[in-house]
T-cell receptor, first 112, second 112 residues
Framework: SQQGEEDPQALSIQEGENATMNCSYK?????LQWYRQNSGRGLVHLIL?????REKHSGRLRVTLDTSKKSSSLLITASRAADTASYFC????????????FGKGTLLTVNP | KAGVTQTPRYLIKTRGQQVTLSCSPI?????VSWYQQTPGQGLQFLFE???????NKGNFPGRFSGRQFSNSRSEMNVSTLELGDSALYLC???FGQGDIQYFGAGTRLSVL
């Protein structure tokens, strides 16, 4: 079952523009992570934000988390063609039965 | 440090056969998780192993099984293959439960 739902499903922008992707989830979480996947290959970890954090930055990435709305957003600033990929949010609930539950992803296309 | 290695990268099998996929985690990582990715269902958790013990299992039939060896390497097995088992199978390793999971490039299985 999917926990996270990304919005939009697809996003097309020009190089240099900012890209914002949103993720909503249904149950309480311990952590929320964002991953990138290039064309059906492995997932690359981008950033982890804990449930007691509200915002986190890493290079051109900014992630926010609103636990009251059960939502998160990923902002990529000054996008590049190399940012073209699918982006997934993944949540975990902590505890002994630890697992990541992924959303269906946002396909980002950055046009040169 | 070498990343997560999955072998083989591609597999073609026919219905009814069985298949074994292999995953070598990052050195020092003791947790290995497996995920199935399909266009229809997205990324779904299969199981997680830590110190040779299966700690968590997703909602998959008993045809899907796995194991972990003392060196943390893991294998997953799918018996009596069905067409619907065609997918990208991803392995991820982490130091411990709740830590960032690092993914391999995946094994793409096609069942004919």
């Amino acid at each position: 079952s999917q926990q996270g739902e990304e919005d939009p499903q697809a996003l097309s922008i020009q190089e240099g523009e900012n890209a914002t992707m949103n993720c909503s989830y249904k149950t309480s979480i311990n952590n929320l992570q964002w991953y990138r996947q290039n064309s059906g290959r492995g997932l690359v970890h981008l950033i982890l934000i804990r449930s007691n954090e509200r915002e986190k930055h890493s290079g051109r990435l900014r992630v926010t988390l609103d636990t009251s709305k059960k939502s998160s957003s990923l902002l990529i600033t000054a996008s590049r063609a190399a940012d073209t990929a699918s982006y997934f949010c993944a949540t975990d609930s902590g505890g002994s039965n630890y697992k990541l539950t992924f959303g269906k992803g946002t396909l980002l296309t950055v046009n040169p | 440090k070498a990343g997560v290695t999955q072998t083989p990268r591609y597999l073609i099998k026919t219905r009814g056969q069985q298949v074994t996929l292999s995953c070598s985690p990052i050195s020092g990582h003791r947790s290995v998780s497996w995920y199935q990715q399909t266009p229809g269902q997205g990324l779904q958790f299969l199981f997680e192993y830590f110190s040779e013990t299966q700690r968590n299992k997703g909602n998959f039939p008993g045809r899907f099984s796995g194991r972990q060896f003392s060196n943390s390497r893991s294998e997953m097995n799918v018996s009596t293959l069905e067409l619907g088992d065609s997918a990208l199978y991803l392995c991820a390793s982490s130091f411990g439960q709740g830590d960032i999971q690092y993914f391999g490039a995946g094994t793409r299985l096609s069942v004919l």
